[in-house]
Nanobody, 120 residues
């Protein structure tokens, strides 16, 4: 059974940095996609950063491009999101997600989320 567990959220002042981690277990696919989503109450969940294995191709939303970096190690067993130059509008619940195969379509596995709060 695949499990995703996020950690690393917290409160930070604007301009600061945080690194989120997502520990994946029970996941043994050779081709898979992992992503960080975020959601604020009343809004749709937004994909902010995505990484594909194999190859390591990445995608970033315009709202975080140049400030956030997605990476992984141990063949996807741990996913990271390095967030820098944080803004109050980055405040959200951040979720780790994964799916087998391409990065298109429905995301199969989700973590429970970790809260990020950025104060001005």
């Amino acid at each position: 059974q695949v499990q995703l567990v996020e950690s690393g959220g917290g409160s930070v002042q604007a301009g600061g940095s945080l690194r989120l981690s997502c520990s994946a277990s029970g996941y043994g696919y050779s081709k898979f996609c992992m992503s960080w989503f975020r959601q604020v109450p009343g809004k749709e969940r937004e994909a902010v950063a995505t990484i594909f294995t194999p190859g390591g191709g990445t995608y970033y939303s315009d709202s975080v491009k140049g400030r956030f970096t997605i990476s992984q190690e141990s063949a996807g067993k741990t996913l990271y999101l390095q967030m820098s130059a944080l803004k109050p509008e980055d405040t959200a619940m951040y979720y780790c997600a994964a799916k087998r195969g391409s990065c298109v379509g429905t995301w199969t596995y989700w973590g429970q989320g970790t809260q990020v709060t950025v104060s001005s």
